[in-house]
C-alpha cells in the first residue's frame, strides 16, 4: 500500500483486540433472519480480516518485515469497516427473510474451509519461499489469513455460523491472489477485451441468479446487490485478465445467504 505510515505495535494491538471483540460479539448473538445474516457475513468478514492483518503486521514488526505498514494500514481500514457494518446491523434490528433449520451449515462451512486451503496451497507452490511483498495487497490479506486460520478456528469454536463465516472470508480472500498468477489464455483468433468480458458477463449472470434466488425466498438482501453493482463497475471499467475474481465475495456471500435460507443445497 503505497504511503502507508509507520507501524506501531501498540496501536495494531489495539486494531487486533478490537476486531477479536467484534468476532466475540458474533458468536454471542448469531442471525436469526437472512436480512441479519447479510449484515452478519459483512461483519464477521471484516473483523476477520482486521484480526488476521493485524496479528501479520505485529509478526511482522517483529520480524522487522516490509509488509508491516501496509498489514497495519489495512487491519485498520478493514476494523473499520466491520464497526459501521456492526452499526447498521444493530440499526436493521431482526430483519426479515427465514434460516431453513435444516441447513447444514457446519458441512458447508467444512466444504469451504478445505476449498481455501486447497487454493492457498495452490497460490504458495506457485509463489514459491520468496517474501509477500508489501505493494501485492491480495497477497499480503491471502498470508495474513494463512497464518490466523487457526486462531480464527479457535475463536469460532463449535459455533456453526460465525464458523461458516469465517469459512466464507477465508475462501474469497483465495481468488484474488490466485486468479492473478494464472494468465486468462485467449484462444488464437479471438480479441482479449472480449474474451474477458465473456467472462465478467458469464460471473455476472451467475451472481445475480444466487440473489434472485434470495428474493425468490423472501429475502431483501441490498448489500449484496450494491456489492455486484460495484464490481461489476470496476470489472467492466478496466477488463483484464483475472478481472472476473471481483464477484468472489460478493457472489459467495449470496450462496452462503440462499444455502441458510434453503433454496440451494449444492
Same mark, same amino acid.
Given at each position: 500500500m503505497a504511503g502507508?505510515?509507520? *507501524?506501531? %505495535? !501498540?496501536?495494531v494491538g489495539v486494531t487486533r483486540t478490537a476486531a477479536e471483540d467484534l468476532l466475540d460479539e458474533a458468536s454471542q448473538s448469531p442471525p436469526e433472519t437472512l436480512d441479519a445474516a447479510d449484515?452478519?457475513?459483512?461483519?464477521v468478514g471484516a473483523?476477520?480480516?482486521?484480526? *488476521?492483518? %493485524? !496479528?501479520?503486521a505485529e509478526a511482522a514488526l517483529d520480524a522487522g518485515g516490509e509488509a508491516a505498514p501496509t498489514a497495519a494500514a489495512l487491519a485498520a481500514s478493514a476494523l473499520a469497516r466491520a464497526q459501521e457494518s456492526a452499526a447498521l446491523r444493530d440499526a436493521l434490528g431482526t430483519g426479515a427473510g427465514s434460516i431453513s433449520r435444516d441447513a447444514?451449515?457446519?458441512?458447508l462451512g467444512s466444504l469451504l474451509r478445505r476449498a481455501a486451503i486447497a487454493a492457498t496451497d495452490a497460490y504458495e507452490s506457485r509463489a514459491g519461499d520468496a517474501p509477500v511483498s508489501a505493494g501485492d495487497l491480495p497477497a499480503v490479506r491471502l498470508a495474513a489469513f494463512d497464518a490466523a486460520r487457526d486462531d480464527l478456528e479457535s475463536i469460532a469454536d463449535d459455533d456453526a455460523w460465525l464458523g461458516l463465516a469465517l469459512a466464507a472470508t477465508a475462501f474469497s480472500r483465495t481468488v484474488p491472489p490466485l486468479a492473478t498468477q494464472q494468465a486468462v489464455r485467449v484462444p488464437?483468433?479471438?480479441d482479449p477485451t472480449a474474451a474477458v468480458q465473456q467472462r465478467i458477463a458469464v460471473g455476472d449472470e451467475y451472481a445475480v441468479r444466487a440473489v434472485d434466488a434470495l428474493a425468490d425466498a423472501g429475502a431483501e438482501v441490498p448489500l449484496v446487490r450494491g456489492a455486484l453493482s460495484d464490481a461489476t463497475a470496476t470489472a467492466t471499467a478496466a477488463p483484464a485478465p483475472g478481472a472476473s475474481s471481483v464477484y468472489a465475495t460478493p457472489f459467495l456471500r449470496a450462496r452462503v445467504l440462499a444455502f441458510a435460507a434453503g433454496v440451494e443445497r449444492e
Open positions: 502507508a505510515p509507520a *507501524a506501531d %505495535a !501498540a496501536s449484515l452478519s457475513l459483512e461483519v473483523a476477520a480480516d482486521a484480526y *488476521a492483518l %493485524a !496479528a501479520y447444514d451449515l457446519d458441512g488464437e483468433g479471438v
